[in-house]
């Protein structure tokens, strides 16, 4: 094969997987495609083997390296209709066994700092942000922006550009009991359009 062909057939591979920017979303996501069967436990759990280190973190951030590494196929990100990051799922306590750690999925190491690609998940129709590892600082809720499917959003900490919510057209639901945002009238603006907002 040509080094012509050979260059293109790479750049539409890669054109039809996706990384997450953020290891926190790229690993929630992967572990969502594990629940779905779209990605085999064995591959993540060959990714996993033989993690050493005297250190526990150390190891954990081996492992959620290694896991970030993992290219997902873009049809089928697209295709996922839920994502949470409940420490209890799968994907974590896979990682844990690799690293040869106990966190119970609650570890600093998994927090989500960046929603930036998410709108990959062309078919999202539920969010649940609350979950393992969460920090104080800011976070921006542009990502967001224009999500067509997404009815359901539970935010947990802070977050800043909240009229990214009013970019979303079926939102019905918006949990932000455990979380804020930087401008409380647009949930006023969202609840008098008819989304049920829980504070």
């Known amino acids: 094969m040509s080094t012509k062909k050979t260059t293109t057939k790479k750049a539409a591979t890669e054109e039809t997987r996706i990384v997450f920017p953020d290891p926190g979303l790229h690993i929630a996501v992967l572990g969502a495609l594990m629940e779905a069967e779209a990605v085999s436990s064995e591959r993540v759990e060959a990714k996993l083997e033989g993690i050493e280190g005297d250190d526990d973190i150390v190891r954990l951030r081996a492992a959620m390296a290694r896991l970030h590494s993992i290219k997902l196929d873009r049809k089928k990100v697209a295709r996922l209709d839920r994502l ?80 990214s919510l009013e970019t979303l057209p079926k939102l019905a639901h918006l949990d932000v009991g455990l979380g804020s945002v930087d401008d409380p009238a647009v949930l006023d603006r969202l609840a008098a359009r008819g989304v049920e907002v829980l504070r």
């Open 84 to 163: 949470d990051f409940d420490g209890g799922n799968e994907i974590y306590m896979m990682m844990e066994s690799g690293a040869g750690v106990y966190t119970g999925g609650e570890e600093e190491t998994y927090s989500l700092r960046s929603l930036a690609g998410i709108g990959a998940l062309e078919g999202l129709e539920t969010l649940d942000l609350d979950g393992h590892g969460f920090f104080d600082e800011l976070r921006d809720l542009r990502p967001l922006e224009g999500m067509a499917k997404l009815t359901h959003l539970t935010l947990a900490g802070d977050w800043t550009h909240a009229a």
